[in-house]
């Protein structure tokens, strides 16, 4: 009995000791400790999702490079008179640019003819290069789409179209720029084997509302 009684003594002081030994050891300083430095302001820049970088001029600026109309939908969020841009009803294959940056936004593989008199696709070709944002204006509440490098007004989209997004994009003429498959090859003759696979188009349905 007397043996085991001092044993258990003797463990509970070791164990005591142990631990006061292991508190103090925590509390001693590290060499590692001291060459730990506060995070600094650079790491911010790779915080950014957008990788698109940002055109940015002053009106003044935009008004030399667009024309008075291009400058009123672009800058201004202003609105054709409908099926009287130049491509409400135009069919070449190619792609659709930006009128303010270039920025390529549209195929005319995803064209389609929604009969609201403004081109509309059903999606762009990459869903970085616009952006969408809440429209109250006219009374009621529309999805605005803006190029994502320069903030150009482009137009607005609406879930009234055909697969396979169910997405209209109804973009003002005025505010692109289209250039032919043609023109592309010829500016860069790679790829000549490439080939994209547009999805069956669907004919519109009538009576959609307009931009
Ligand atoms: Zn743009």
Known sequence: MKAECSNTIACVATALLVAALGCDGKSWPTRSAQTHQPPKAESKKAKGPNMTEK???????WKQ?????????????GTEAPFTGKYWDFKGTGTYYCVGCGNELFASETKFDSGCGWPSFYAPTDLNSTQESIDTSLSRVRTEITCTKC????????????R????????NSAALNFQSEKDKKADSPTDPNQKSSPPAKEPPSPNQPNA
């Open 65 to 77: 490079i667009l024309t008075p109309e291009q400058y009123y939908i672009t800058r201004q969020k």
């Open 151 to 162: 903030g150009a007004h482009l137009g607005h989209v609406f879930k009234d179209g055909p």
């Open 164 to 171: 396979p997004t169910g997405l209209r994009y109804c973009i």
């Open 55 to 61: 055109l940015i001029k002053t009106d003044e600026q």
